[in-house]
């Protein structure tokens, strides 16, 4: 008994350690430790426009209006548009999707498909994850008489676009509590306004003889959109993750769990599943296949149908894969001419636009630089482009400002990834104006990268029970970085390629244990090298994430290597 209290006590220890490190108050510890949405949800009345919207909308239920959602193509764009026309359905009134094809209509409403949506019936066209700066595609919707809500996150300009109802946390003129969740992920807004629209239905006597909706059935939509946006997980997004992981365990959404069989994942998904696994796979439809796929899956409700699309989903998945090495292989070769560089701006003709964001994040990491890759059509000499930034630089509001100047035909955004179109001929000078805009923020955020740890232990210590007591501080992502430990001193003792550039090690330890780390996408980097070909004996500290490798009969634990350092 005495053990086992030992061991609880100095479980709860590390943890608190680990929400401390992250900046918790101290007497806000109950609340992180367990992140529940009773805890952090905040009133939905408190944003601009939430009432208008909710009103709306529960008159659309009322009524039985015809009603479509228009979502972007990514994964928070499907994820937020499936999470509407759920709630929509469990209201007792089908809604249509409409999802714009990247390549033949790009990113946002235009005004052409919305008056078209209002010719074919809609009275009520929600937008989501997109709308914040449509001002023509809105006004051409308002000259036809339809009602157009945006339920949006991404940066606002001072003036707003013309429609019934803008919901974003980041407009200009929200209060000190909306503007707070200015982190969430569009699907996050949709799920405040889904509390929203239930509650006005409730005053208004509507479930007096039928079942309210269950909105926490939809939190699994919440997690992947969330996650695969690449949000901040903290605050209210950490409770998003962590209690819509639990529901997407529970596999009760057909399209769901088609999506994580076609993943080949045999245990409950957890964050780092639905960022690699299950986001790839939506965000594919959109980008090199069919825009409606995701929305299809994930508001299905035929397990035959749900399985066909996932299985066409992991096939499109394979190809963006194939797709995107080209592309990048080819922005690589930019790279040593752009050196000098604070936003690196590489852009290719004939470049496939629909991986193009995805080539940004990959260079980003390995340069440590903000990063936009442009594809630009040979035909008409426009170029696409997307772009991934680092802590501490707002690669949105740039883009927002240069498109503001004239350097950009059309932009937005929000801190860590911004679109854009861009003339061929300005991307020099835009090169020019971000480098200057940024390169003071892009400079005091190099200087301030480093790894920085939780724990340092030998290698005998490294062990599932603290993995798992390491984990339950989570759901850990951006904004709320999972724990980095260092484990050491330790000599390699075998170190190999697998993969096409990733890097497995065995190192041994002075306590006479040994531990198993691979470093990703590193064989040509100084570590990878360094692990391959340079310790000759000598010992070093590794540092990085502590996982469960969970493939065999028993979890064992290993590292996934971010650093090394000499011991000696």
Same mark, same amino acid.
């Given at each position: 008994?005495?053990?086992?209290?030992?061991?609880?006590?100095?479980?709860?220890?590390?943890?608190?350690?680990?929400?401390?490190?992250?900046?918790?108050?101290?007497?806000?510890?109950?609340?992180?430790?367990?992140?529940?949405?009773?805890?952090?949800?905040?009133?939905?009345?408190?944003?601009?426009?939430?009432?208008?919207?909710?009103?709306?909308?529960?008159?659309?239920?009322?009524?039985?209006?015809?009603?479509?959602?228009?979502?972007?193509?990514?994964?928070?764009?499907?994820?937020?548009?499936?999470?509407?026309?759920?709630?929509?359905?469990?209201?007792?009134?089908?809604?249509?999707?409409?999802?714009?094809?990247?390549?033949?209509?790009?990113?946002?409403?235009?005004?052409?498909?919305?008056?078209?949506?209002?010719?074919?019936?809609?009275?009520?066209?929600?937008?989501?994850?997109?709308?914040?700066?449509?001002?023509?595609?809105?006004?051409?919707?308002?000259?036809?008489?339809?009602?157009?809500?945006?339920?949006?996150?991404?940066?606002?300009?001072?003036?707003?676009?013309?429609?019934?109802?803008?919901?974003?946390?980041?407009?200009?003129?929200?209060?000190?509590?909306?503007?707070?969740?200015?982190?969430?992920?569009?699907?996050?807004?949709?799920?405040?306004?889904?509390?929203?629209?239930?509650?006005?239905?409730?005053?208004?006597?509507?479930?007096?003889?039928?079942?309210?909706?269950?909105?926490?059935?939809?939190?699994?939509?919440?997690?992947?959109?969330?996650?695969?946006?690449?949000?901040?997980?903290?605050?209210?997004?950490?409770?998003?993750?962590?209690?819509?992981?639990?529901?997407?365990?529970?596999?009760?959404?057909?399209?769901?769990?088609?999506?994580?069989?076609?993943?080949?994942?045999?245990?409950?998904?957890?964050?780092?599943?639905?960022?690699?696994?299950?986001?790839?796979?939506?965000?594919?439809?959109?980008?090199?296949?069919?825009?409606?796929?995701?929305?299809?899956?994930?508001?299905?409700?035929?397990?035959?149908?749900?399985?066909?699309?996932?299985?066409?989903?992991?096939?499109?998945?394979?190809?963006?894969?194939?797709?995107?090495?080209?592309?990048?292989?080819?922005?690589?070769?930019?790279?040593?001419?752009?050196?000098?560089?604070?936003?690196?701006?590489?852009?290719?003709?004939?470049?496939?636009?629909?991986?193009?964001?995805?080539?940004?994040?990959?260079?980003?990491?390995? /340069?440590? #630089?903000?990063?936009?890759?442009? +594809?630009?059509?040979? !035909?008409? %000499? $426009?170029?696409?482009?997307? *772009?991934? @930034?680092?802590?501490?630089?707002?690669?949105?509001?740039?883009?927002?400002?240069?498109?503001?100047?004239?350097?950009?035909?059309?932009?937005?955004?929000?801190?860590?990834?911004?679109?854009?179109?861009?003339?061929?001929?300005?991307?020099?000078?835009?090169?020019?104006?971000?480098?200057?805009?940024?390169?003071?923020?892009?400079?005091?955020?190099?200087?301030?990268?480093?790894?920085?740890?939780?724990?340092?232990?030998?290698?005998?210590?490294?062990?599932?029970?603290?993995?798992?007591?390491?984990?339950?501080?989570?759901?850990?992502?951006?904004?709320?970085?999972?724990?980095?430990?260092?484990?050491?001193?330790?000599?390699?003792?075998?170190?190999?390629?697998?993969?096409?550039?990733?890097?497995?090690?065995?190192?041994?330890?002075?306590?006479?244990? /040994?531990? #198993?780390?691979?470093?990703?996408? +590193?064989?040509?980097? !100084?570590? %990878? $090298?360094?692990?391959?070909? *340079?310790? @000759?004996?000598?010992?070093?500290?590794?540092?990085?994430?502590?996982?469960?490798?969970?493939?065999?009969?028993?979890?064992?634990?290993?590292?996934?290597?971010?650093?090394?350092?000499?011991?000696?």
């Amino acid at each position: 008994m005495a053990l086992e209290s030992s061991a609880r006590g100095l479980e709860e220890d590390i943890v608190t350690q680990l929400l401390l490190a992250r900046g918790v108050a101290r007497e806000d510890l109950a609340r992180h430790r367990s992140p529940t949405l009773r805890a952090f949800l905040p009133d939905p009345s408190r944003f601009n426009d939430m009432d208008i919207a909710a009103e709306r909308v529960a008159q659309a239920v009322l009524e039985q209006e015809t009603v479509t959602v228009f979502g972007d193509y990514d994964v928070d764009g499907a994820t937020s548009a499936a999470l509407l026309i759920r709630l929509l359905r469990m209201l007792g009134l089908q809604a249509r999707h409409y999802i714009p094809d990247r390549l033949l209509e790009g990113y946002g409403p235009s005004g052409e498909a919305l008056v078209r949506l209002a010719q074919d019936g809609s009275s009520l066209i929600v937008t989501v994850d997109c709308g914040a700066m449509a001002y023509e595609a809105l006004q051409a919707a308002r000259n036809v008489g339809v009602d157009v809500i945006v339920v949006d996150h991404h940066k606002c300009a001072p003036d707003l676009p013309p429609a019934l109802a803008l919901v974003n946390p980041n407009r200009l003129d929200e209060c000190e509590e909306a503007a707070a969740h200015g982190h969430l992920a569009a699907v996050g807004v949709a799920f405040l306004l889904a509390v929203a629209v239930t509650r006005t239905l409730r005053q208004r006597g509507y479930f007096k003889d039928r079942a309210e909706p269950d909105l926490l059935a939809l939190l699994d939509l919440v997690a992947l959109g969330t996650v695969a946006d690449v949000a901040a997980i903290r605050g209210l997004n950490r409770a998003f993750v962590a209690q819509g992981l639990k529901v997407m365990a529970r596999r009760a959404n057909v399209g769901m769990a088609a999506l994580i069989d076609a993943s080949r994942l045999s245990r409950a998904p957890t964050c780092s599943d639905c960022g690699f696994a299950l986001g790839p796979r939506i965000n594919a439809g959109g980008r090199v296949g069919e825009a409606t796929l995701g929305v299809r899956l994930l508001t299905t409700e035929d397990p035959d149908e749900a399985r066909a699309i996932a299985a066409q989903l992991s096939q499109l998945n394979e190809e963006r894969r194939a797709i995107e090495a080209a592309v990048q292989e080819a922005a690589e070769q930019q790279l040593a001419a752009q050196h000098n560089r604070a936003v690196l701006i590489l852009s290719g003709r004939g470049w496939h636009p629909g991986v193009i964001g995805i080539v940004a994040g990959r260079i980003k990491e390995k /340069s440590g #630089k903000p990063t936009l890759v442009v +594809a630009i059509d040979e !035909e008409t %000499g $426009q170029g696409k482009g997307s *772009g991934r @930034s680092i802590s501490g630089v707002d690669l949105g509001a740039a883009i927002l400002g240069a498109r503001d100047l004239g350097l950009l035909l059309a932009g937005g955004g929000h801190a860590m990834a911004a679109g854009l179109t861009v003339s061929e001929s300005r991307i020099g000078e835009l090169g020019d104006w971000l480098d200057e805009r940024l390169g003071s923020a892009v400079a005091a955020a190099m200087e301030q990268q480093s790894v920085l740890l939780d724990l340092s232990l030998a290698p005998g210590g490294l062990t599932p029970d603290l993995i798992e007591t390491l984990e339950s501080a989570g759901p850990f992502g951006v904004g709320w970085p999972g724990p980095r430990v260092a484990v050491g001193p330790v000599r390699i003792v075998k170190a190999d390629m697998v993969g096409s550039d990733h890097v497995r090690v065995i190192a041994s330890g002075g306590d006479g244990t /040994s531990l #198993k780390a691979i470093a990703f996408r +590193a064989a040509e980097t !100084e570590l %990878g $090298q360094t692990l391959l070909h *340079g310790s @000759s004996g000598r010992r070093l500290w590794l540092a990085g994430r502590a996982k469960l490798d969970d493939w065999g009969s028993r979890p064992k634990a290993e590292l996934h290597l971010e650093d090394a350092a000499w011991a000696d």
